[in-house]
């Protein structure tokens, strides 16, 4: 089986879907690998390494669907890959497919794609080994990004989260207690915020409140919670979780309406929506906007800002499903291993997630396991 690893052009998209220490280890194994020449430069990989690892290089992402069996991307799929989308190719990337064109999915199922979203890729018992460490990643990042939009000269509040003798600290909310929402609190409380955690899941909330020490508030999710915390925080970071569905509006306009001036919210859910009713997508270059006196950072693909670190973790995590799919051949390794299988969103042109299907007005057609 071939391997293509795209050069990304979309939105300063700086990662890359694999690095040359995952070429070789896949070159060894038996692949045969292709690399769009500068796929790897903005995180610090140049062409030469990945063909001393044992790559082909390729000069053109025309060529580089052209030559391949699996493409591996980072970003989702934009209009301008469409005409170069081979018949039954596969394709793994951040997916988002509710977010997308319906021009994508018409091309999905008339070229017969089998199209896998890392951000579901997700084992029997309900963890995603890929999100793992993206999401740890971007909980980190919100809480500095926040922290650099509080200051004076990018348009914030002006005020230092932790407290000093005299000043008490500042607050963070965070909404949602998973995988991002948890390196965030680690994150916030590190630099001695008052941290506020709301989510629906009691057990989720009881463990950070056990590791924590009683150093951080927790809030059942409802409507009155989240309007109390909304209201009384400098920083809110939105990490609702949505499992490759849209993501529940669960902050409204009137909640943003009552946030203290120039207070910033960071929408991590924003790659499926958003959690706040007030986002809207922004990118790298220009991350912020202003409404109702609040700073919004909403930038869908935020973890490209650090990107060597991002392409380690991507590349080293998909090396298990890369191996077994080389053993066992893509058709059977999405119907007989798990964290595949939930990672499907397509098979062969057929929909295999029932909220897709619904979303587009498709046949929903389940993935049948041996």
Same mark, same amino acid.
């Given at each position: 089986?071939?391997?293509?690893?795209?050069?990304?052009?979309?939105?300063?998209?700086?990662?890359?879907?694999?690095?040359?220490?995952?070429?070789?280890?896949?070159?060894?194994?038996?692949? !045969?690998?292709?690399?769009?020449?500068?796929?790897? !430069?903005?995180?610090?990989?140049?062409?030469?390494?990945?063909?001393?690892?044992?790559?082909?290089?390729?000069?053109?992402?025309?060529?580089?669907?052209?030559?391949?069996?699996?493409?591996?991307?980072?970003?989702?799929?934009?209009?301008?890959?469409?005409?170069?989308?081979?018949?039954?190719?596969?394709?793994?990337?951040? !997916?988002?497919?509710?977010?997308?064109?319906?021009?994508?999915?018409?091309?999905?199922?008339?070229?017969?794609?089998?199209?896998?979203?890392?951000?579901?890729?997700?084992?029997?018992?309900?963890?995603?080994?890929?999100?793992?460490?993206?999401?740890?990643?971007?909980?980190? /990042?919100?809480?500095?990004?926040?922290?650099?939009?509080?200051?004076?000269?990018?348009?914030?509040?002006?005020?230092?989260?932790?407290?000093?003798?005299?000043?008490?600290?500042?607050?963070?909310?965070?909404?949602?207690?998973?995988?991002?929402?948890?390196?965030?609190?680690?994150?916030?409380?590190?630099?001695?915020?008052?941290?506020?955690?709301?989510?629906?899941?009691?057990?989720?909330?009881?463990?950070?409140?056990?590791?924590?020490?009683?150093?951080?508030?927790?809030?059942?999710?409802?409507?009155?919670?989240?309007?109390?915390?909304?209201?009384?925080?400098?920083?809110?970071?939105?990490?609702?979780?949505?499992?490759?569905?849209?993501?529940?509006?669960?902050?409204?306009?009137?909640?943003? !309406?009552?946030?203290?001036?120039?207070?910033?919210?960071?929408?991590?859910?924003?790659?499926?929506?958003?959690?706040?009713?007030?986002?809207?997508?922004?990118?790298?270059?220009?991350?912020?906007?202003?409404?109702?006196?609040?700073?919004?950072?909403?930038?869908?693909?935020?973890?490209?800002?650090?990107?060597?670190?991002?392409?380690?973790?991507?590349?080293?995590? /998909?090396?298990?499903?890369?191996?077994?799919?080389?053993?066992?051949?893509?058709?059977?390794?999405?119907?007989?291993?798990?964290?595949?299988?939930?990672?499907?969103?397509?098979?062969?042109?057929?929909?295999?997630?029932?909220?897709?299907?619904?979303?587009?007005?498709?046949?929903?057609?389940?993935?049948?396991?041996?």
């Amino acid at each position: 089986m071939n391997i293509g690893i795209l050069h990304e052009r979309r939105n300063q998209e700086h990662r890359v879907a694999l690095t040359p220490a995952g070429v070789f280890h896949l070159v060894k194994y038996g692949y !045969q690998v292709y690399l769009e020449s500068g796929a790897g !430069q903005d995180s610090g990989w140049s062409d030469e390494q990945y063909v001393k690892a044992g790559a082909q290089l390729v000069f053109s992402a025309q060529e580089l669907y052209g030559r391949s069996n699996l493409v591996m991307k980072v970003s989702p799929l934009e209009l301008e890959d469409l005409p170069y989308i081979q018949e039954g190719q596969s394709i793994f990337s951040w !997916q988002h497919l509710v977010m997308r064109d319906s021009k994508i999915i018409k091309t999905i199922i008339e070229k017969e794609l089998t199209v896998i979203g890392y951000e579901i890729i997700e084992d029997l018992f309900g963890n995603r080994p890929i999100v793992t460490y993206v999401a740890e990643i971007a909980g980190y /990042m919100a809480v500095i990004t926040s922290l650099h939009y509080l200051q004076n000269e990018t348009g914030g509040r002006a005020k230092m989260i932790a407290g000093i003798p005299g000043v008490p600290q500042g607050s963070i909310t965070v909404l949602g207690a998973g995988l991002t929402g948890a390196a965030a609190v680690r994150a916030a409380t590190g630099i001695g915020a008052y941290v506020v955690v709301i989510d629906k899941d009691l057990e989720k909330m009881r463990r950070l409140d056990d590791k924590y020490h009683g150093r951080i508030s927790t809030f059942y999710a409802n409507h009155t919670n989240i309007a109390k915390a909304v209201g009384f925080s400098d920083v809110l970071i939105g990490a609702v979780a949505s499992h490759g569905d849209l993501a529940p509006r669960v902050v409204s306009q009137e909640m943003v !309406q009552s946030m203290k001036y120039r207070a910033v919210i960071a929408d991590l859910s924003i790659d499926q929506g958003g959690c706040v009713e007030t986002s809207r997508p922004t990118t790298l270059a220009d991350p912020v906007f202003v409404e109702h006196d609040v700073v919004h950072y909403c930038v869908p693909n935020m973890t490209a800002n650090v990107s060597r670190t991002t392409s380690n973790a991507l590349s080293n995590s /998909m090396m298990r499903y890369l191996e077994a799919i080389k053993d066992l051949g893509l058709d059977k390794a999405l119907i007989t291993i798990p964290c595949l299988k939930n990672g499907a969103f397509f098979f062969k042109g057929r929909c295999v997630k029932e909220y897709i299907a619904r979303r587009f007005d498709l046949i929903f057609e389940p993935l049948k396991s041996e």
